[in-house]
């Protein structure tokens, strides 16, 4: 079972997306699933929230620390046997071990954020059956990655998904599933991946049920007014890698 997922968010230049994607299709990824351990890869492409989600993330706060990158272009999500699958070697030791075509492409990056996950629960939503490849994540994707902002307030938190938002997900037409996750390493402590059959779907039936955070009395807006999010966070996109 992939227990763990390893995400980058970045940016790339304009004049340099196209030899980048190329290579990071037909050379970086099918050399990573041949390391022990890898289960999967999926690269999205970002930016494809929409008008009435943005109003959503305009009411969230977002950290603004140094090098926390803004991570808004492209997210690259590789699943594991569990986190440790990229902790031997860690990414600092394949950086180490780089050749010189790895270390020019992977130097194209920019706003780079990224962080280590340990599977805490999923639940499936009925169109599961559309997950793949394998057990590749859905065609679209919406992914966050948050602290929250005391201790006392994670009970409420983590109440909310256990009762609120992962049963939803589990019965929205729509939805393949959702994930969610703790970090082994990286800022944000959690992060909820959601993934959705297209992104016409999610527009559909999930961002409704998001804009109850504009209901001041609801538990969703009690519970979004205590994360902190990183940068990048919450990220929409649609898949690249693999492609349909």
């Not at 299709?25 to 351990?37: Q, T």
């Not at 919450?234 to 898949?239: D, M, T």
Request: proline share 7%; glycine share 10%; aromatic share 10%.
């Amino acid at each position: 079972m992939d227990r763990g997922i390893w995400a980058l968010w970045y940016e790339l230049p304009d004049a340099n997306k196209s030899e980048y994607l190329d290579w990071f299709h037909r050379v970086h990824i099918p050399g990573k699933l041949a390391r022990p351990g890898y289960l999967w890869a999926a690269h999205y492409e970002l930016g494809h929230g929409g008008s009435r989600f943005k109003k959503v993330v305009d009411g969230l706060q977002h950290v603004r620390e140094s090098g926390l990158g803004r991570g808004g272009g492209y997210l690259a999500l590789f699943g594991g046997l569990a986190t440790h699958t990229f902790l031997n070697p860690s990414p600092a030791q394949l950086a180490a071990r780089q050749n010189p075509e790895t270390r020019r492409m992977i130097g194209l990056r920019r706003e780079v954020y990224a962080c280590i996950f340990a599977e805490e629960t999923r639940v499936n939503g009925p169109d599961v059956a559309q997950r793949g490849p394998g057990i590749t994540p859905g065609p679209a994707i919406q992914m966050g990655n948050f602290n929250v902002a005391s201790p006392e307030a994670e009970d409420d938190v983590g109440a909310w998904y256990a009762q609120y938002r992962l049963p939803f997900m589990a019965a929205m037409p729509g939805c393949i599933g959702a994930r969610k996750l703790l970090a082994t390493a990286g800022w944000g402590k959690h992060s909820i991946l959601y993934e959705f059959v297209s992104l016409e779907a999610r527009e559909q039936h999930f961002i409704p049920h998001e804009e109850e955070a504009h209901e001041p009395q609801s538990w969703t807006a009690r519970v979004l007014a205590q994360l902190r999010h990183a940068p990048c966070s919450p990220a929409v996109g649609r898949r690249i890698w693999p492609a349909d």
